[in-house]
């Protein structure tokens, strides 16, 4: 009785290991980000970034990057940095 159940044991085993591995794959590919710029993801350069609200220099407390916009006007000669009086 017991060794006839286990090609349907091994069988049960293998399609859960199929579930499992595709299970995965999904969760692996969900947690990449992509935003509406053609799918390349790109962090906020500080804390706030796209908050709506404006700040200043002094709300953000160090020099930061500016790579592709500048909503709260921090890069004041326009080089992709911003908050440049706090040094790098």
């Known amino acids: 009785m017991l060794v006839q159940l286990l090609p349907l044991v091994l069988q049960y085993l293998i ?7 595709t299970f995965i794959f999904i969760a692996a590919l969900s947690s ?4 509406s ?3 390349n993801y790109q962090e906020e350069p500080y ?4 908050d709506g609200y404006d700040q200043d ?3 953000i407390g160090q ?6 916009d500048d909503p709260d006007g921090l890069d004041a ?4 940095w ?7």
């Open 63 to 68: 020099m930061v990057p500016l790579p592709y």
């Open 57 to 59: 220099c002094s709300d």
């Open 47 to 50: 804390p706030g970034y796209n």
């Open 77 to 80: 000669d326009g080089d992709g």
């Open 82 to 88: 911003g908050c440049e009086s706090y040094g790098g």
């Open 37 to 39: 710029n053609g799918g």
């Open 15 to 21: 399609s859960m290991k199929k579930i499992f591995i």
């Open 32 to 35: 990449c980000s992509t935003s």
